[in-house]
């Protein structure tokens, strides 16, 4: 089957449509305000419409009616500002998370065959997402998803670790997904994984895959930290109507392997970021989409 470009979806339609699920818009922006310790939000049942055969690329078949891309753009216009990045998916503001072949054994979003290993999303970038929502459209009862809170790793980890994590000695670089094939990229500036935002909250930074401290006090600190996450992570399926909130600044998330069929039957999430204020990107943006290259 030929395949377009996913379905434009117009901002205003997508408020109205969450609009008329009042439950949502109330759990919605009390997430916003206070993403609480878990630093997620799980809601079940939502519509996503007619559901045709997952497709084989990224790309939406051209049969698919609009509504969970709706939904989904309606729920974040809630949190803040739709944005996409132009090396994912070319920036579409909803972007299909299929298993694509070739990808199976990667540490990117359409592998299948290995654990997508804990990251921040998009953890390297300046213009990093606030939040990531993923919509199951069709879900795999093997494929768990993921999630540690920073609010729980504090707990596991002594005060001279959390010292060194609260420095400038951590280094990460850009995904694999944002880079020139071949290319392992270049490591970024150095960060601290554990810092305060302008509200005074706790913000965690961190890849497990890209990350690297730049003295070895630092890598046994990333040591101790990667235990911690193990030890606290918590996991769940994602089914049919699920959305998953995540608040890019307390969780780290990551997948499960699973088998990928390429069938029509895989598992089909979509997925959008949220910033909430599109200013500090305006040198690197183009309409809604983040266009920093690495």
């Given at each position: 089957?030929?395949?377009?470009?996913?379905?434009?979806?117009?901002?205003?339609?997508?408020?109205?449509?969450?609009?008329?699920?009042?439950?949502?818009?109330?759990?919605?922006?009390?997430?916003?305000?206070?993403?609480?310790?878990?630093?997620?939000?799980?809601?079940?049942?939502?519509?996503?419409?007619?559901?045709?055969?997952?497709?084989?690329?990224?790309?939406?078949?051209?049969?698919?009616?609009?509504?969970?891309?709706?939904?989904l753009l309606g729920v974040a216009q809630l949190l803040?500002?739709?944005?996409?990045?132009?090396?994912?998916?070319?920036?579409?503001?909803?972007?299909?998370?299929?298993?694509?072949?070739?990808?199976?054994?990667?540490?990117?979003?359409?592998?299948?065959?290995?654990?997508?290993?804990?990251?921040?999303?998009?953890?390297?970038?300046?213009?990093?997402?606030?939040?990531?929502?993923?919509?199951?459209?069709?879900?795999?009862?093997?494929?768990?998803?993921?999630?540690?809170?920073?609010?729980?790793?504090?707990?596991?980890?002594?005060?001279?670790?959390?010292?060194?994590?609260?420095?400038?000695?951590?280094?990460?670089?850009?995904?694999?997904?944002?880079?020139?094939?071949?290319?392992?990229?270049?490591?970024?500036?150095?960060?601290?994984?554990?810092?305060?935002?302008?509200?005074?909250?706790?913000?965690?930074?961190?890849?497990?895959?890209?990350?690297?401290?730049?003295?070895?006090?630092?890598?046994?600190?990333?040591?101790?930290?990667?235990?911690?996450?193990?030890?606290?992570?918590?996991?769940?399926?994602?089914?049919?109507?699920?959305?998953?909130?995540?608040?890019?600044?307390?969780?780290?998330?990551?997948?499960?392997?699973?088998?990928?069929?390429?069938?029509g039957t895989d598992r089909w999430l979509q997925r959008?970021?949220?910033?909430?204020?599109?200013?500090?990107?305006?040198?690197?943006?183009?309409?809604?989409?983040?266009?920093?290259?690495?």
């Amino acid at each position: 089957m030929p395949t377009t470009a996913p379905p434009v979806v117009d901002l205003e339609e997508a408020a109205r449509t969450v609009g008329q699920l009042p439950h949502v818009v109330a759990a919605v922006r009390a997430f916003a305000a206070d993403s609480g310790h878990r630093g997620a939000l799980l809601l079940h049942g939502l519509p996503v419409g007619a559901v045709p055969s997952t497709p084989t690329t990224p790309v939406a078949p051209p049969d698919k009616d609009p509504t969970s891309e709706l939904v989904l753009l309606g729920v974040a216009q809630l949190l803040g500002e739709p944005v996409g990045y132009e090396p994912e998916h070319g920036g579409d503001l909803v972007q299909n998370i299929v298993p694509l072949r070739g990808t199976e054994a990667r540490q990117v979003s359409t592998s299948s065959a290995v654990t997508l290993a804990w990251h921040t999303e998009t953890a390297f970038h300046p213009h990093k997402p606030r939040y990531l929502l993923l919509l199951c459209v069709r879900g795999d009862p093997h494929a768990a998803t993921t999630l540690a809170s920073v609010h729980d790793v504090v707990t596991r980890l002594d005060d001279t670790t959390l010292t060194i994590l609260r420095a400038p000695r951590f280094r990460t670089r850009p995904d694999e997904s944002f880079l020139a094939a071949g290319s392992n990229g270049a490591f970024g500036a150095p960060f601290a994984v554990l810092a305060t935002d302008a509200r005074g909250s706790v913000c965690f930074t961190y890849d497990e895959q890209l990350t690297v401290g730049i003295d070895p006090a630092a890598d046994a600190a990333l040591t101790a930290l990667q235990r911690a996450v193990d030890e606290v992570a918590v996991s769940f399926v994602l089914t049919v109507g699920d959305l998953l909130i995540v608040d890019n600044h307390v969780a780290v998330h990551g997948r499960g392997p699973f088998h990928a069929r390429f069938d029509g039957t895989d598992r089909w999430l979509q997925r959008a970021f949220v910033v909430t204020d599109l200013a500090p990107s305006a040198s690197e943006r183009r309409g809604r989409i983040i266009t920093t290259r690495f």
